[in-house]
């Protein structure tokens, strides 16, 4: 199993993301850069969080314009699965992957605190290690994690199960309060039509050990390792 992190400016978790792979895989990654226009042969893609291009235009926004999206566009189309997480997930809208945007949390304000998200559906090379309904705890840490779309977008996306992850109470109850940027119906995390792309606000890779407060995010990356080397 051969994993890539693509690595643009201002990217901060691309080592975070490296390491929860290499403590599943054994191995680090392959890291490539976003001005490169080719991607070595590879089995998962990741799209790290940060703050790609500083944000400057709109989160994700040129980032989803470098050169290495194009590449990454085409291994999506032919089935190569993808992981964006936090800015990741970001980038993943601006370039038409996943359906939505990320807009400015509901409070206007950074949020960076521990979350309780209930999986959505177990059955995707993602999430196939945890039980459909199952609390999980993962940090987030964003500015703009609102996850927005139109009504009927959402009732799609509702309706052919496309959420992965909604932010829930420690119980599982899908509350107004566990909700920390006003995403719509408390949606944490999306996949595109064929399960092959996700994107996700919180950080499974600042949950893959212990010493970093949970290790609740080391079944997602165990998971991609065994689905993917199978």
């Known amino acids: 199993m051969t994993p890539v992190v693509i690595v643009f ?10 390491d ?4 599943a895989l054994g191995r680090r990654p392959q890291m490539v850069w976003h001005a490169d226009s080719e991607i070595p042969k590879c089995d998962l893609i990741v799209l790290p969080g940060g703050f790609s291009y500083g944000d400057y235009l709109r989160s994700g926004a040129i980032a989803a314009h470098s050169p290495v999206m194009e590449e990454v566009k085409r291994r999506a189309e032919a089935g190569v699965p993808v992981l964006g997480i936090c800015n990741g997930f970001q980038i993943l809208t601006e370039a038409g992957l996943l359906p939505g945007v990320l807009l400015r949390n509901a409070g206007l304000g950074f949020v960076c605190r ?5 999986v959505e559906r177990a059955d995707t090379v993602f999430t196939a290690g945890y ?3 199952q609390v999980v705890r993962f940090p987030v840490a964003h500015h703009d994690g609102n996850f927005f779309t139109d009504p009927a977008t959402l009732k799609r996306i509702e309706g052919e199960g496309q959420v992965a992850f909604r932010y829930c109470t420690a119980s599982g109850e899908v509350a107004r309060e566990a909700n920390p940027n006003g995403s719509l119906n408390n949606i944490a995390g999306v996949f595109n039509e064929q399960r092959s ?3 996700l606000m919180p950080h499974p890779d600042r949950a893959f050990d212990r010493a970093l407060g949970g290790e609740d995010g ?3 990356f165990r998971t991609l390792v065994e ?3 199978a």
């Open 9 to 18: 400016p201002g990217s901060n978790c691309d080592r975070d993301v490296a």
């Open 20 to 23: 929860g792979l290499a403590a």
């Open 114 to 118: 521990w979350t309780h998200l209930r």
């Open 131 to 133: 039980t459909a309904g």
């Open 197 to 199: 792309v996700l994107g």
């Open 218 to 220: 080391k079944v997602l």
């Open 227 to 229: 689905k993917l080397a």
